[in-house]
């Protein structure tokens, strides 16, 4: 047997083991887990059917992918939502603060509306105001 066939015996055989081990682990690690493969294969999928620019959202895909391998993805909690929602609030000027909160905060005036995927959540709150006074034309 010469070198280079004993090393093409080695590597298919490592190769056959490493591809028996990961069909072996296969089934105790979810399909949808965040990184996986099933997982991107969906995200791409998904990339076909939204209103976003295709190698955007690849991008984001393979984004996503990237950092669930290192474990930095996270679902926050409604309280985080609320709360990175109020900060975007105070980011608007002075006069819009109190009625971008009124909107967050929800209520009897506000209606919520449409999704992420349908290209963003639109919520509006009617604020009533009192008839002015007509002014008669000069």
Do not use: W, Y
Not at 5 to 14: E, G, K, P, Q
Not at 117 to 130: A, F, K, Q, S, W
């Amino acid at each position: 047997m010469t070198t280079h066939s004993l090393r093409s015996t080695v590597s298919t055989a490592a190769l056959v083991a490493f591809g028996g081990f990961f069909m072996a682990c296969a089934p105790l690690a979810s399909a949808q887990a965040p990184g996986s493969d099933a997982r991107m294969q969906k995200e791409r999928a998904t990339c076909d059917g939204v209103q976003q620019d295709r190698a955007a959202c690849l991008r984001e895909a393979g984004a996503a992918r990237q950092e669930a391998g290192r474990h930095g993805l996270t679902t926050p909690g409604a309280e985080r939502e609320d709360a990175n929602a109020l900060a975007r609030c105070r980011e608007q000027p002075v006069a819009d603060r109190a009625d971008c909160e009124a909107r967050i905060r929800g209520g009897a005036r506000t209606s919520t509306e449409g999704s992420v995927m349908g290209g963003g959540v639109i919520r509006e709150t009617v604020t009533p105001l009192p008839p002015q006074p007509v002014q008669p034309a000069r």
